[in-house]
């Protein structure tokens, strides 16, 4: 028996119902994507919060300081001349695939780590200092371009001072964090270890959860 071939209308048929499903198909399969990298980088700051706590118990409750690296030392581990915070707790996770977020599109040989810190903390600070430590960032995801480790916020603010709940530096802080990496959405990490996913204007207002010294309460008049 002779097997009839596709006619030339079927074919394109065919081809526009694998064009209409693919379009269908293609955001719900990138919002997913989305959903497991924001995941998987949240649990990598989560276990980063866990060794943090365990270096803090080391040396007195005093965050880490970066420090030059003098020759020799192993502990610059990109040989940058600088050892970092978190090369100076990479000894405390069980993998430091934890530093690399998976939607970091930079050169992880020369950034080995996808997070950056809260700048405040690489001044010798006491983990007692802290006010509020359930709404105080410690750590959040910077942005692939940005060329540093540390997020000196406090730049942020034109020479004003303290941080204004009605003024949140959204633009200044873009080429910094990713803060909108994940649909509108960045994880942060906390002192006290829970990471959470915001939108950056709720990092700023009602309370500045940048500044550890922050009161813990919201300025008068504001909820």
């Not at 097997?3 to 081809?15: D, G, N």
Request: charged residues 20%; hydrophobic residues 40%; aromatic residues 14%.
């Amino acid at each position: 028996m002779k097997r009839r071939a596709f006619t030339l209308v079927e074919l394109l048929v065919t081809i526009a119902i694998i064009v209409i499903l693919m379009a269908i198909l293609m955001p719900i399969l990138t919002q997913v994507r989305t959903k497991v990298n924001a995941y998987a980088a949240g649990n990598g700051l989560r276990q980063i919060g866990m060794a943090v706590n365990f270096y803090l118990s080391d040396n007195d409750g005093i965050y880490p300081q970066p420090y030059t690296a003098l020759p020799g030392d192993y502990s610059d581990i990109n040989q940058d001349g600088t050892v970092e915070w978190y090369e100076q707790v990479w000894s405390y996770v069980e993998s430091p695939r934890v530093f690399r977020a998976r939607a970091d599109l930079s050169d992880p040989n020369l950034r080995p780590c996808s997070f950056a810190v809260n700048s405040w903390f690489d001044y010798g600070l006491h983990e007692s200092t802290v006010r509020d430590p359930s709404d105080t960032i410690h750590l959040t995801e910077r942005e692939d371009l940005y060329p540093y480790d540390f997020i000196e916020w406090w730049t942020w603010l034109d020479g004003t001072w303290p941080p204004d709940p009605d003024n949140i530096p959204i633009e200044r802080a873009r080429p910094v964090i990713d803060i909108e990496r994940y649909n509108g959405f960045c994880n942060y990490l906390y002192v006290d270890g829970h990471v959470k996913a915001r939108k950056f204007e709720h990092t700023w207002s009602p309370r500045c959860t940048w500044w550890p010294e922050a009161p813990p309460d919201p300025p008068a008049g504001r909820l």
